[in-house]
Nanobody, 122 residues
Framework: QVQLVESGGGLVQPGGSLRLSCAAS????????MGWYRQGTGKQRELVAV???????NYSDSVKGRFTISRDNAKKTVYLQMNSLKPEDTAVYYC????????????????WGQGTQVTVSS
């Protein structure tokens, strides 16, 4: 099995910062892309940022210049540094990883964390 566990969410005032972390564990052979998605109330889940195993990053236009995604391959962990937060950033943030598990018959697939709430409000 593969597990992803997020941490670091919370309540922050507009203009503030938060850092999210997501650690992968379990029977992992290779982790390819890792990313962050978010889902606001009544909205569809959307991509926030993604990073390849080689460190190539891609961001949604709404967070470009404010958020930074990074990863530590040795720790199987991806981070999301969020600066200059706005009320419209309020959402549940989900971590995702494209993983090839260890095990006969287990194919490559996308795994998700349970989500962490980020609320931006004064």
């Amino acid at each position: 099995q593969v597990q992803l566990v997020e941490s670091g969410g919370g309540l922050v005032q507009p203009g503030g910062s938060l850092r999210l972390s997501c650690a992968a564990s379990g029977n992992i052979f290779i982790i390819y892309d890792m990313g962050w998605y978010r889902q606001g109330t009544g909205k569809q889940r959307e991509l926030v940022a993604v990073i390849s195993s080689g460190g190539i990053t891609n961001y949604s236009d709404s967070v470009k210049g404010r958020f930074t995604i990074s990863r530590d391959n040795a720790k199987k962990t991806v981070y999301l540094q969020m600066n200059s937060l706005k009320p419209e950033d309020t959402a549940v943030y989900y971590c995702s990883a494209d993983v090839l598990p260890i095990g006969i018959g287990l194919g490559r697939g996308d795994y998700w964390g349970q989500g962490t709430q980020v609320t931006v409000s004064s």
